[in-house]
């Protein structure tokens, strides 16, 4: 099932392009309104997602850029050993993939994450994220989709 490994290439693609795109055309901490609820905001997150450890003193680079190393190549082995009847799980492995790839190649270049969508209601505002966040959690969102049918199928 290595052949879904395109779609890791697009993910780091797109997510790599995007975050060079802020990070040349933005100041840190600028915001763009494009709709009423949701902005592009120049951030960097040098914690985990919703900026878990951001504020650990500099470990945390490490640690995460050791834990994604490893997902990482959990993940591929993952792949490489899935029957080819199951392409869903494939490619939701390969956006799980392509997202922390790309999230590894900023902690490993920066030494933090960049971040800049930007979804809120009000003053309320979710912790802002990037393509390759979006391509996780769509990823994951695919895999549980994945284990509801499967244990439907069980079911019946």
């Known amino acids: 099932m290595l052949k879904w490994l395109w779609l890791t290439a697009l993910v780091i693609v797109l997510d ?3 975050k060079l795109l802020v990070d040349h055309s933005m100041q840190l901490y600028e915001s763009i309104p494009l709709i009423p609820f949701f ?8 914690g985990a997602a919703f900026s878990f450890l951001a504020q650990a003193g500099g470990w945390q680079r490490w640690f995460f850029i050791m834990l994604s190393v490893s997902a990482s190549i959990a993940i591929a082995y993952w792949l490489k050993n899935l029957p ?8 939701a492995w390969a956006l799980v993939l392509g997202g922390a790839l790309g999230n590894l190649i900023d902690r490993i270049s920066y030494g933090y994450v960049i971040d800049f969508l930007d ?14 966040d979006s ?13 509801v049918l499967a244990a439907r199928r069980t079911q019946t």
Do not use: C
């Open 16 to 18: 790599q392009t995007s």
């Open 39 to 46: 902005q592009l905001t120049y951030v960097r997150n040098t």
């Open 84 to 91: 080819k009847d199951r392409p869903w799980e494939a490619a």
């Open 119 to 132: 979804a809120f209601y009000q003053h309320w505002h979710f912790p802002a994220f990037n393509v390759a």
């Open 135 to 147: 391509a996780i959690t769509i990823g994951v969102g695919m895999l549980l989709i994945d284990v």
